[in-house]
């Protein structure tokens, strides 16, 4: 058979020359007969624990073709001042070295034997090196240096700490940028947080993330574009993870259409659901008009008109316009009205009367708008102007108090703004309107 294919322990001794006893080997001996086997202090005897696995030895050094290198495995010192070799092999002297179960050659009594460092000797070092840096030094770790593997997109998108070899797994810059992780990274860079465009229905939203994210841990927080406005008891299912209720405010379920279509949305997972984090009152805000003289025939200026979906309100939603005017330089009679409706309906009106103004003069209508039942509670806030007071009605306006009206706000609702002056000279410069949502 062919010399170790991995390196064994050798221990090194140095020894004096020994001799064959008696009439000396034959061939096919596993066991050799010393006249004694002492250390090169002639004194210490060499045991089996001085050896390690196993030594080397040249029967018959420079003896010609007599000469035979031999390894044997155990030293047993007799009582009598001799020591018997145990194990022994002879092995080549040229590769593979090979070994052949007891000696291949007959040598005669006080034939010398010398522990040698012979050609299979220096390829045990060779079998060590190549060991070494092949399988290398120690497993690295977060305390000591030493050997790592490079690590797999698999093995980096499970997370997995260890290779095959049971080495630390190290990232190449190829792997990474293939892994979800590098995708979950570059998703955060690009946009701040993981992000969606979302799909489904009213009641069930489904959203990819390019993270890839396996599991829905609590703290996950991602954004999505909505779809369609939701209705209630709308869920979200992330990366197929199963559906979730969406809350807002802690647990509180959403009304109908407090999403919207097109609307960005953020939320976090809380263990059990998802809570919007950004959901703002802002819905909308509404186009400015400037320069709204009076027509020559006084007629009722559309100034906007937008139409809410159905079911925006309830008895804890709706909506609150804020619509801010300025009243041109120079306006001293006649009066111009402001007018907020509903379905057509007039619900808020605010009138500017003919009086002397300059640029300085302006003000605000505010309105809040939510259901009871099948029908509106108006409330018509203060309006305020830079010559009066917070909450005091400003020289030469006035305005309609708050009411009720039977308008059916469980359909959609058209909202309009208007302007109409009776006068030339009465001039509305700039109107401008904010449309928050009540929740």
């Not at 086997?37 to 624990?49: F, L, Q, R």
């Not at 030594?55 to 290198?69: L, W």
């Not at 197929?240 to 109908?256: D, E, Q, V, Y």
């Amino acid at each position: 058979m062919s010399a170790p294919a991995t390196p064994s322990t050798v221990n090194f001794i140095q020894a004096q020359p020994f001799t064959l006893a008696g009439s000396g080997t034959s061939i096919g001996d596993v066991t050799i007969l010393l006249n004694s086997m002492y250390g090169i202090d002639g004194a210490t005897t060499i045991v089996t624990a001085d050896l390690g696995s196993y030594a080397f030895a040249t029967i018959e050094p420079g003896n010609g073709t007599n000469e035979e290198a031999i390894i044997f495995t155990g030293v047993t010192q007799n009582s009598n001042g001799t020591a018997t070799l145990t194990g022994v092999s002879s092995i080549g002297f040229k590769q593979p070295y090979t070994v052949t179960t007891g000696l291949t050659k007959t040598h005669a009594g006080a034939s010398k034997l010398v522990l040698s460092n012979d050609a299979a000797f220096y390829n045990n070092f060779t079998l060590y090196l190549n060991s070494i840096a092949g399988a290398g030094a120690a497993n690295a770790s977060t305390a000591v240096k030493g050997l790592v593997q490079a690590a797999t997109t698999a093995q980096v998108n499970a997370g997995t700490p260890t290779g095959t070899t049971a080495a630390v797994l190290a990232v190449t810059p190829d792997v990474l940028i293939n892994s979800t992780n590098n995708q979950y990274v570059s998703s955060v860079i690009n946009t701040g947080i993981p992000y969606a465009v979302a799909t489904g229905t009213a009641t069930a939203y489904t959203a990819t993330l390019a993270t890839g994210i396996s599991t829905l841990a609590s703290g996950t927080h991602l954004s999505f574009l909505v779809p369609i406005a939701n209705a209630t008891g709308v869920t979200m299912n992330v990366n197929g993870l199963g559906a979730k209720s969406i809350t807002k405010n802690g647990t509180t379920a959403l009304a109908a259409s407090d999403l919207v279509a097109g609307q960005v949305a953020e939320m976090t997972f809380d263990g059990t659901r998802f809570q919007i984090t950004n959901q703002t009152p802002l819905l909308y805000s509404l186009a400015n008009f400037s320069t709204l003289a009076s027509s020559s025939t006084f007629g009722e200026l559309q100034v906007y008109s937008y139409t809410f979906p159905a079911s925006s309100f309830n008895t804890t939603a709706g909506i609150h316009l804020k619509n801010f005017f300025t009243v041109n330089n120079g306006t001293t009679s006649g009066t111009g009205t402001i007018r907020v409706k509903l379905n057509g309906t007039t619900v808020a009106t605010i009138s500017i009367l003919g009086i002397s103004y300059n640029d300085a003069n302006g003000g605000f209508l505010d309105v809040n708008i939510v259901n009871s039942g099948a029908t509106n509670t108006q409330n018509y806030s203060y309006f305020y102007t830079r010559s009066g007071q917070a909450g005091a009605l400003g020289n030469g306006f006035s305005y309609t108090a708050a009411g009720t009206s039977a308008i059916d706000t469980t359909g959609t609702v058209a909202v309009t703004l208007t302007y109409q002056s009776s006068a030339s000279t009465v001039n509305i410069n700039h109107i401008s309107t904010l449309v928050e949502k009540i929740s």
